[in-house]
């Protein structure tokens, strides 16, 4: 009996420490930094709503905030499992592409992460459940058959704008608890210069860093058809143009977003430098460099609002 209860809980102890193991790999697979910066993003959204809201539930803001962290990792799992190709072609160290996790439990993990990730919002305004559920399509219709809007730059920009605008909406959503208030100019401002800051700046960046297996695996972007020199112009002249706008509309309007500004502004200048050295015969670590500065940008941009609006 003794040796039957001890077998037992072996047992049991080793398959919690498998589960434990695939939930790793799988929030390695779907990048902490992104999942980082798309909390960053609705909490940004939840904090531009104060001048409507000023007395915000933190409560109904972090369960807000959890709903779409878990939207945005069921998205970033399933597109791992669609990438596996061109991420080992490419290099990636990512769990899937080197055999560490299987694909089809991972595919498993994003299909309970996103039915999760709608079930955390009960008891939120009722349009916030519309806002994960969307974001979920989108998810979708980038990486799912017979989409693969991933396939070509114009259809990752149309998804990751549609994603990016929805987290901020989702933010001030459930800030505002659905009482129909106006959209403050300062929320408009930063989600629309975030978002195109994204688009933008980051589809070329990462599309510079990947253009091998996206070639392999069929993908027209901006890198495969246009080369690495041409995109590293187009994502430059897009950063500093955007910062630059961002920083004399800020300052024009008198609203509470200049640091973040300034901060975009000091991020598209390291992404124009980087790209500098990414040309077609530099190796990946080279070409990966304005994609790792475009993303502490953001991070540092959504950090700054936050606390110059606490």
């Not at 539930?57 to 190709?85: C, H, K, M, R």
């Amino acid at each position: 009996m003794a040796s039957t209860w001890a077998s037992g809980r072996a047992s049991g102890t080793s398959a919690l420490m498998s589960a434990a193991r695939v939930l790793r790999f799988c929030v390695v697979e779907a990048r902490p930094a992104v999942l980082a910066v798309s909390m960053l993003r609705f909490l940004a959204g939840a904090m531009l709503a104060l001048p409507v809201a000023v007395a915000p539930a933190p409560a109904e803001v972090l369960q807000g905030a959890a709903a779409w962290v878990l939207s945005i990792f069921a998205i970033y799992v399933g597109n791992g499992v669609s990438d596996v190709t061109e991420d080992q072609v490419n290099g990636s160290r990512r769990p899937i592409a080197r055999g560490d996790l299987d694909p089809r439990v991972a595919a498993w993990v994003a299909a309970a992460a996103a039915v999760v990730s709608l079930v955390v919002t009960a008891g939120l305004p009722g349009a916030m459940t519309w806002v994960i559920a969307a974001n979920l399509v989108l998810g979708y219709l980038y990486s799912g058959a017979p989409f693969h809007l991933k396939s070509r730059s114009g259809g990752t920009i149309v998804v990751l704008c549609g994603s990016g605008l929805l987290a901020y909406w989702g933010g001030f959503t459930v800030v505002i608890g659905g009482a129909g208030e106006s959209t403050p100019i300062p929320l408009i401002m930063f989600a629309v210069a975030a978002t195109c800051w994204m688009t933008l700046v980051g589809v070329p960046a990462k599309d510079l860093s990947d253009i091998a297996g996206d070639a392999a695996a069929g993908r027209r972007t901006i890198a495969v058809t246009c080369g690495a020199r041409v995109t590293s112009n187009v994502m430059s002249a897009a950063a500093l143009i955007l910062a630059a706008s961002f920083c004399v509309v800020s300052l024009a309007l008198g609203v509470p977003l200049a640091w973040a500004a300034l901060a975009m502004l000091v991020g598209a200048v390291a992404v124009t430098l980087a790209g500098r050295a990414a040309d077609a015969g530099a190796d990946r670590s080279r070409r990966r460099r304005p994609y790792r500065a475009f993303m502490a940008t953001q991070h540092i941009v959504h950090i700054t609002v936050l606390f110059s609006n606490i």
